[in-house]
C-alpha cells in the first residue's frame, strides 16, 4: 500500500494580518501535481485542515476545490481527512455522506457506540483505522487497541495497516512550538506511545510541525509535519511523506516531498540579535524582488522607540517583502528571555500562551495540570460557540 501523509494544512492561516491564500493555493496545486506522479492508494490528511473551528466561506471552497482536484487526478486513490485541534469535529462532518461519493472518508469525532465509522478498508491494498483529535478527558480507555483488534480479526489476507492520530506524542521533536515543553505542545497533553496499542504498520501522525519519526523500536511512527510554516521559529523543510508498506509486519519506506513555499519566512539577521540601526540596514539591503515575509530581532537595551514600526514599515514599502513584526528583548535579561510583543504578535498568539505569560507575570507557576484546566475550558468554550 502507497500512502501520502500529510497534516497541518492551517488553511485560512494569516500572518501578522497578511493573507496568505496565494501561497496555500500553491501548496494545495502541489499535492495535486504530487498524486498526479506518484498515484498513491490513500491520501492521508491528519487534522489541522483549517487554523480556525469557523473558517470562511472562502476558505472551505478552497479546501473543497483541492479536494475535487486530488479526487479527479486520482480517482481510485481513498482520501481520510481527520478533524485537528484546529478544527471543528462537528462541522467537519457535515458533508460526510456526499464526500463518500467522491472516494473520500471525513471524521471529525469519536464514534464509541460505532467504532466500524473508524475503520475505512481500501480493497486489496490495506486498512486505515482512522482517529481525529479528541481531548484525552474524552478519549476511551484503550479505543486504539480496540480498533485495532476489529481490523486484526478482518484482515486475514494480511495487508498492511496504517493509523492516524492528531495529537502530542511523548519524547517528539517540538522544534517550532511556541512555549511547548516535554509535557505540553500547542494545548494538547502529551501522550505515551503506548497508548495507543500497537497491530499498526505505520502510525500517521499530525499535530506537530516538525517532520520526524519518533522513536518506536521499529522506525514506523512518523510526524509528516506541515507543508507550509506557520511561525517564523519553523526554520526546517516543509514537506509530505510518501510511505509504501508491502505487507502486514513489513517495515514502511519513507520519502520525503518537499512543499516549495513562494513567500518564504525570513528573520533578519538569520542568526541572534541585533540592535535597531544595523536592523534597519539589513531591510534596506534586502533585496527588493524577494516576496518574503520578514521579522527582525532586535536586542534594547530599554524599550524600542515608538516609531519604529511604522519606520520598518516605511523601509519596506517599495520592496516585494512583508514587513511582519519586530521581536525584541532586552540585554542582560537573566531569566527565561523576555519578550515584548506588539499589537500584531499579540493577535498572532495562542490563548494558552497569553495565559502563560500572564501567569508568568504573577510570578505563577503555570504547570502541566493548569495548562490542562485551561484547554478543557476553552474546548468546552469552542462547543458552546459552535
Known amino acids: 500500500m502507497k500512502i501520502l501523509h500529510t497534516s497541518d494544512w492551517h488553511l485560512g492561516h494569516t500572518l501578522y ?121 474524552n478519549m476511551p480507555e ?66 506537530i510541525h516538525h517532520g520526524q519519526f519518533v522513536h518506536s523500536g521499529k522506525h514506523n511512527v512518523r510526524y509528516c509535519g506541515t507543508p507550509l510554516p506557520v511561525s517564523f521559529d519553523e526554520t526546517f523543510t516543509h514537506s509530505v511523506s510518501m510511505v509504501e508498506i508491502g505487507s502486514h509486519g513489513e517495515k514502511p519506506t519513507v520519502t520525503e516531498i518537499e512543499i516549495e513555499n513562494p513567500h518564504p519566512l525570513v528573520t533578519l539577521p538569520t542568526d541572534g540579535f541585533t540592535t535597531w540601526e544595523e536592523a534597519k540596514e539589513l531591510l534596506v539591503k534586502f533585496p527588493e524582488n524577494i516576496p518574503a515575509y520578514i521579522r527582525l530581532n532586535v536586542e534594547v537595551d530599554d524599550f524600542l522607540p515608538l516609531e519604529a514600526q511604522a519606520e520598518a514599515q516605511l523601509l519596506t514599502d517599495e520592496k516585494q517583502c512583508r514587513f511582519c513584526c519586530i521581536n525584541a528583548r532586552r540585554k542582560a535579561v537573566k531569566q527565561a528571555e523576555a519578550k515584548m510583543l506588539s499589537v500584531q504578535e499579540f493577535q498572532a498568539e495562542e490563548p494558552i500562551d497569553i495565559a502563560r505569560r500572564y501567569a508568568e507575570d504573577l510570578g505563577i507557576d503555570f504547570d502541566s495540570e493548569m495548562q490542562s484546566m485551561f484547554n478543557e475550558t476553552l474546548e468546552q468554550l469552542k462547543t458552546e460557540e459552535l
Open 17 to 137: 494580518n497578511y493573507d496568505r491564500t496565494e501561497e496555500q493555493m500553491v501548496m494545495l496545486l502541489q499535492m495535486v501535481q504530487i498524486v498526479k506522479e506518484q498515484k498513491p492508494d490513500v491520501f492521508l490528511l491528519c487534522g489541522d485542515v483549517y487554523h480556525t473551528p469557523q473558517p470562511s466561506s472562502a476558505v472551505q471552497t478552497m479546501l473543497t476545490n483541492a479536494l475535487l482536484d486530488i479526487h479527479k487526478t486520482h480517482p481510485e486513490m481513498v482520501i481520510v481527512m481527520t478533524a485537528g485541534n484546529h478544527d471543528s469535529g462537528s462541522r467537519h462532518e457535515i458533508f460526510q455522506q456526499p464526500w463518500r461519493e467522491l472516494n473520500v472518508y471525513a471524521i471529525g469525532q469519536i464514534e464509541r457506540e460505532n467504532p466500524d465509522e473508524h475503520i475505512i478498508e481500501v480493497p486489496g491494498k490495506g486498512y486505515v483505522i482512522a482517529v481525529p483529535y479528541c481531548t484525552e478527558r
Open 142 to 207: 484503550g479505543f486504539f487497541q480496540q480498533l485495532s483488534d476489529l481490523v486484526k480479526e478482518r484482515n486475514s489476507a494480511g495487508l498492511p495497516v496504517v493509523m492516524t492520530a492528531h495529537t502530542t506524542v511523548r519524547g517528539c521533536d517540538f522544534t517550532g512550538h511556541d512555549h511547548a515543553t516535554d509535557a505540553i505542545v500547542g494545548g494538547i497533553d502529551a501522550t505515551d506511545l503506548a497508548q495507543m496499542g500497537d497491530g499498526y504498520d505505520y502510525l500517521a501522525l499530525g499535530h
